[in-house]
């Protein structure tokens, strides 16, 4: 099935999208271990990545609670981009809130200028998977064994966004 572009816009009728502040970040903590687990990153890291990319760090509310967040980041001469956090709260999943932050963070890595996109994902992750070749991400090579030294194998995903670059949805 073709997605239109209408379809892949960060306008939601279901959730509210903002910018991240300092005191969001226990909530986002707490959604982290909610849907990563023993992968979800502790308060202190995400700390640290709100000081270094908080204007590229957006999160969606739902009835006023933390609904799910999108973290791009780039690298530090932004020669790539990458997508370091993608998150939605198991009961607000199904939504199309994935694809509402999706396509948010993908504006941010347009707006960040790098030429090149990545992600990485759980190869099982059909969800994930799903979501960004959707936006166009194809297999980087490979899927790589340990890739963050937790055991655990990843399939890193790549855009071009000089190739093919996103166009947001009108408004
Ligand atoms: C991946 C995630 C962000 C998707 O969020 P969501 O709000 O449920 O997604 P949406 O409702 O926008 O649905 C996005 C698409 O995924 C599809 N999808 C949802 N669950 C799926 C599954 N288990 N298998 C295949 N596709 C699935 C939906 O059908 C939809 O596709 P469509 O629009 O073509 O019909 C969410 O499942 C999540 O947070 N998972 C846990 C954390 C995670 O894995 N993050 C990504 C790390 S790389």
Redesign the pocket.
């Given at each position: 099935?073709t997605?239109t572009r209408e379809?892949l816009g960060s306008k939601s009728d279901y959730a509210t999208l903002r910018s991240v502040v300092k005191a969001d970040l226990k909530a986002l903590a707490n959604l982290d271990e909610e849907?990563?687990g023993n992968a979800a990153y502790s308060l202190m890291y995400m700390t640290s990545l709100y000081l270094m990319f908080r204007k590229s760090w957006y999160l969606a509310e739902h009835e006023g609670g933390l609904a799910?967040y999108a973290l791009v980041c780039p690298d530090s001469d932004n020669s790539e981009v990458w997508?370091m956090?993608?998150?939605?709260?198991?009961n607000?999943?199904?939504?199309?809130?994935?694809?509402?932050?999706?396509a948010r963070a993908m504006e941010l890595m347009m707006d960040s200028g790098a030429p090149d996109a990545y992600?990485?994902?759980?190869p099982d992750?059909?969800?994930?998977?799903?979501?960004?070749e959707?936006f166009e991400f194809t297999a980087d090579g490979e899927e790589r064994d340990n890739f963050y030294g937790n055991g655990e194998p990843r399939q890193v995903f790549h855009r071009s966004l000089v190739k093919n670059p996103y166009t947001a949805a009108p408004a």
């Open positions: 099935m997605t379809e849907v990563f799910g997508l956090g993608l998150a939605v709260s198991g607000c999943q199904g939504h199309g809130l994935g694809r509402t932050l999706m992600i990485t994902v759980r992750n059909k969800a994930a998977r799903h979501l960004y959707a």
